[in-house]
């Protein structure tokens, strides 16, 4: 059983909906502070599968429920051998406040369904239901995973602290453990069993003397009887049976000289039924005459065919589209060149606007300099009219500081604004003056940049035209074409009069050879009706000749056919005759019977062998009956001296002492190879004296008790007697289980650094060894940070809750 996903609400610590997403997870820590609700991830696995934990106790559902919570919900998605399961349990408080299982489920799913899709579907529509109860829940699931609960507690969810006690413990104490882990209480009902089976085996032997009493004794003289009857049915079976086979012979005979007189006629209804036909030699001639011209009209189109290639090739070698191209060349070079003469007068006209505009512009930015001076002079003057209500003669002036010896005259007001005017007046005109000649401007750089562009056409032009004919030239190549081409078509009209007359011979010919392939069609019937007389091969070039052939083989064939069927006549009426003798003879034999029925009459000797053969089988299966029920009242009194023996035996402890010391050793057998695996090949164990030790193949091979070794070394071998022992718990389960996932639920807190390193170092062994899920609970982080996958429960207030963390 290998967990996929866990889904839990409600449930112990979790009030709140959990996932715990295992998949593509091989090897992983649940961690976190003691009390936060590690232990109760693996408790909702135990739960979901068996409807209990171990550590409630009893079967009360009553702990899976939150605090202050009337509905728990869990559901396990795993799977065993490929195949996938979904486990699903609702607990629901009562009105009284117990609590009980409202609902319970298992389902097998497709193997590639998308878990999202659990969320989106109801119960019961993800895939097979397997049990709808929580009592089916119990047979299936041990059925799905191969184990018990009680062994998948010990097999899956490995309680370590045991078998480490299963370790150190003295021999009594040990016992005790592995009578309590392998159930050896199976012993004590086998006991009783074998009681009941010697009961039974004792009642059987006193119904099989019942029986052997009714059923009686069979003499030698009533089997020798039953013997001489047989011999004298046999006699009378062995007489028919040799005259059966020669009427049967006689009467296969008849029937072959029947068929082949049947044959005969056949033959010979065939051989007439062939004819040649009467107007073979017309057909044939004028075949002759439509190929012969059909011939000619094939020479004639391939003559004109010739001419017409041979103006075609001549008017190849005038490039037409080439002396087209280089017309069109020259009047692009006269039209390119006539652009350029009128483009470079209007760049000149252009230029000399363009002086002038910039002239205008030059004047207009000094007129606006001269109003910006101008305008700051009339400021100033506006400036120093506002100060001079403020200068009194003989102080200081609030400007320069200096004293006012006499009072300046007064200013007019008014300059200002009209310096202003003029100087927006100035830029108004700048700004018209600007725009006008940059209009200008892109005007001439316009008319540049097309007159470039044309020199550069003419260049290229030039370039075309380097080594062209002149344009007379051109005209005069042209017309010689045209020339050509004429003559050129005219030989095109030529062939497709030649290929017309060759159309109406091949017509003519279609139709003569449609009737002769009619007549030859006509000849293979006529010959296949008599293929397998084997008649001669056609001459498939004359037609004539292979009907004359066909016409005289057949003539010989028919005469020598005839004497045949003559022969077979008579043949037919000796068959007839020598059926007939049989028949009377078989009458004398058995008379009453019908004597032309060879069933009947073998049917009739085989019954009275039969008769006979069924009374002397009857006699012997009656001695043979009874010899059978006295070596069944044998071999049942054995069984039940047998099964008492067993009882008894299984009674006395010391069988059961000899068991758990057999137990042991396989136990150590198989620890012993799993310890050397883990360890990388340091550590091996051994028993002795009712006592464990660690031999280390580090230090020579030294041999140490259980009771000396450290931490480590002591968590290395517990695991491995763990996992030995979960190998032989699932062994004795009856449907095999998979142990594909192993988790740990064990307190590491108290390992020192270097047995904690020991310890993670083990785990990481049996990680890497592939064959199953390591699940480990601890809430020591520096176990947990060497753990590649890490689930961390937190708890607050509200709830557990758990986060995955992939290192």
Request: with cysteine.
């Amino acid at each position: 059983m290998r967990p996929l996903r866990l889904d839990m609400l409600g449930f112990a610590a979790f009030r709140k909906a959990t996932t715990i997403d295992f998949t593509d997870t091989d090897f992983f820590a649940l961690v976190g502070q003691t009390g936060a609700g590690k232990s109760t991830v693996l408790d909702a696995i135990c739960f979901a599968l068996y409807g209990k934990v171990p550590r409630w106790g009893g079967t009360s559902v009553r702990d899976a429920l939150a605090p202050s919570t009337n509905e728990a919900r869990v559901r396990l998605v795993f799977s065993v051998g490929g195949e996938r399961y979904v486990a699903t349990r609702v607990v629901r408080r009562t009105a009284r406040g117990d609590a009980q299982t409202s609902h319970a489920g298992l389902e097998r799913v497709p193997a590639d369904l998308d878990l999202a899709l659990l969320d989106e579907q109801d119960a019961g529509k993800l895939g097979e239901v397997l049990a709808g109860s929580a009592s089916e829940m119990s047979h299936r699931v041990e059925e799905v995973t191969g184990l018990p609960f009680e062994q998948f507690t010990k097999c899956v969810v490995l309680p370590q602290g045991e078998f480490a006690e299963f370790l150190k413990a003295k021999n009594t104490e040990r016992q005790k453990i592995l009578e309590n882990l392998l159930g050896l209480d199976v012993y004590k009902r086998i006991q009783v069993e074998a009681n009941r089976r010697a009961s039974d085996a004792r009642a059987v032997v006193d119904n099989l003397d019942a029986q052997l009493t009714r059923l009686g004794e069979v003499t030698d003289d009533q089997v020798a009887g039953a013997g001489a009857a047989i011999d004298a049915a046999r006699e009378l079976d062995g007489r028919v049976r040799g005259l059966t086979p020669l009427l049967r012979d006689a009467r296969t005979a008849a029937g072959t000289a029947r068929e082949r007189l049947a044959a005969v006629e056949e033959t010979l209804a065939m051989l007439r039924a062939v004819s040649p036909p009467i107007d073979l030699a017309d057909t044939v001639r004028e075949t002759t005459d439509a190929e012969s011209a059909h011939a000619a009209a094939q020479a004639e189109v391939a003559a004109a065919e010739a001419e017409e290639e041979r103006l075609r090739a001549s008017l190849g070698e005038v490039d037409t589209a080439r002396l087209l191209a280089v017309r069109v060349a020259h009047a692009e070079h006269g039209k390119i060149a006539a652009n350029i003469v009128k483009g470079e007068e209007l760049v000149a006209r252009v230029t000399v606007e363009h002086d002038q505009r910039a002239a205008l512009r030059l004047a207009a930015t000094e007129r606006l300099k001269l109003a910006e001076e101008e305008r700051e002079e009339a400021r100033t003057r506006d400036v120093a009219a506002a100060l001079r209500p403020h200068l009194v003669a003989g102080r200081a002036c609030p400007v320069c500081s200096q004293d006012v010896a006499v009072l300046p005259p007064p200013l007019s007001s008014g300059a200002l604004e009209a310096a202003e005017r003029a100087v927006t007046a100035a830029r108004q005109a700048l700004q018209e003056a600007e725009k006008e000649a940059n209009t200008v401007a892109a005007t001439l750089e316009n008319y540049r940049a097309r007159l470039d562009e044309r020199r550069a056409q003419l260049t290229a032009a030039e370039a075309q035209l380097d080594g062209a004919p002149s344009p007379d030239e051109v005209e005069r190549l042209l017309a010689e074409a045209e020339r050509h081409r004429a003559a050129f078509t005219a030989a095109g009209q030529a062939v497709n009069a030649a290929r017309e007359k060759l159309r109406r011979a091949a017509t003519r010919l279609s139709g003569v050879q449609e009737r002769m392939t009619r007549e030859w069609r006509a000849f293979d019937t006529a010959r296949d009706h008599v293929a397998r007389l084997d008649p001669p091969r056609p001459d498939r070039g004359d037609l004539s000749a292979s009907w004359q052939d066909l016409s005289g083989w057949t003539a010989n064939r028919l005469a020598e056919t005839e004497g045949v069927f003559r022969d077979v006549q008579t043949e037919v009426a000796v068959t007839a005759d020598a059926v007939a003798q049989l028949v009377a003879a078989l009458r004398e034999v058995l008379p009453g019977h019908d004597a032309a029925d060879e069933t009947v009459l073998l049917t009739a000797t085989a019954k009275a062998v039969s008769d006979a053969e069924y009374q002397h089988a009857s006699l012997l299966r009656q001695r043979e009956q009874a010899a059978e029920l006295r070596a069944q009242r044998d071999v049942r009194q054995s069984e039940a001296q047998i099964a008492k023996q067993l009882a008894d035996h299984l009674g006395a402890r010391k069988f059961l002492s000899w068991l758990m010391h057999a137990a042991v050793d396989i136990l150590v057998e198989d620890a012993s190879g799993i310890l050397l695996e883990l360890s990388g090949g340091q550590y091996d164990l051994m028993y002795e004296s009712d006592r464990f030790y660690v031999v280390d193949h580090h230090d020579a091979g030294q041999a140490r008790p259980a009771y000396t070794l450290s931490g480590g070394e002591t968590f290395a071998a517990s695991l491995a007697l763990a996992l030995a022992l979960s190998r032989q718990l699932s062994g004795m389960s009856a449907r095999g289980a998979r142990l594909e996932s192993i988790m740990l639920d064990e307190g590491f807190g108290t390992l020192d650094a270097s047995t904690l390193d020991t310890v993670a170092t083990t785990l990481e062994a049996l990680a890497t060894r592939g064959d199953r899920m390591v699940g480990v609970v601890t809430h020591v982080p520096a176990l947990a940070d060497r753990i590649p996958v890490r689930f961390e429960v937190t708890k607050d207030a509200t709830g557990a809750r758990v986060e995955k963390v992939i290192a």
